[in-house]
């Protein structure tokens, strides 16, 4: 079964840096996601990668997608404290009608 | 924008007693799904529907759990006997063509 694997699982980092948060799945997956959550509220869909080399970016947030490593990374340019939230990266495989997501990484952004 | 609904926001039980999470998906979609979230941990899936049926579940749906469609415009989720570490929150989500998903606001439960 698939399994995804974030690191780091926890970031307090201060504004104006940049940083990447990874995830790294176990086995193909079709497509891959990353989803936001503030602290007691739902999950917001970041985006949604389909194919190796894809990229999407909005505002400060940009996601990259290598299939062949199985890997997918969150990077954050400039962080601002409106950031601070728990990341989530899933990943679902067209086998299962489920998505499989990893443990989050709660991202702290100190003013 | 269309959204998925669930309600209650909370619900408080007592451990043993039957619990009923409510969820009105997005209108035109056909796929439904529950996952859960313990209280400071990863999103869990639970199960998923469609055509009027479970798809796939994993290995917490267990027999306690059960999910129906019963209008056309509902989607539940009852746990017959909760115990307390069924607290979590849990949340619902719809799609129009497989697990790309929209999420609901999540239902707190609380099992004492």
């Known amino acids: 079964e698939l399994k995804v694997e974030q690191n780091p699982l926890f970031l307090s980092m201060q504004e104006g840096k940049n940083y990447t948060i990874y995830c790294n799945y176990s086995?193909?997956?079709?497509?891959l996601y990353w989803y936001r959550q503030d602290p007691g509220k739902s999950l917001e869909s970041l985006f949604v990668?389909?194919?190796?080399?894809a990229v999407k970016q909005e505002g400060r947030l940009m996601a990259s997608l290598d299939t062949k490593a199985r890997l997918s990374t969150l990077h954050i340019t400039a962080a601002v404290h409106d950031l601070s939230a728990t990341y989530f990266c899933?990943?679902?495989?067209?086998?299962?009608?489920?998505?499989?997501f990893g443990k989050g990484t709660r991202l702290h952004i100190l003013p | 924008e269309p959204e998925v609904t669930q309600t209650p926001s909370h619900q408080v039980t007592q451990m043993g007693q039957e619990v009923i999470l409510r969820c009105v998906p997005i209108?035109?979609?056909?796929?439904f799904y529950w996952y859960r979230q313990i209280l400071g941990q990863k999103v869990e899936f639970l199960v998923s529907?469609?055509?009027?049926?479970?798809?796939?579940k994993s290995e917490i749906f267990d027999d306690q759990f059960s999910v129906e469609r019963p209008d056309g415009s509902n989607f539940t989720l009852k746990i017959r006997s909760t115990k307390l570490e069924d607290s979590a929150m849990y949340f619902c989500?719809?799609?129009?063509?497989?697990?790309?998903?929209?999420f609901g606001q999540g239902t707190r439960l609380t099992v004492v």
């Open positions: 989500a719809s799609s129009s063509q497989g697990p790309e998903a929209f």
């Open positions: 086995t193909t997956s079709d497509r």
């Open positions: 899933a990943g679902e495989t067209h086998r299962d009608d489920k998505i499989i």
């Open positions: 529907f469609y055509n009027n049926e479970i798809s796939e």
């Open positions: 990668l389909l194919s190796n080399g």
């Open positions: 209108s035109n979609h056909l796929y």
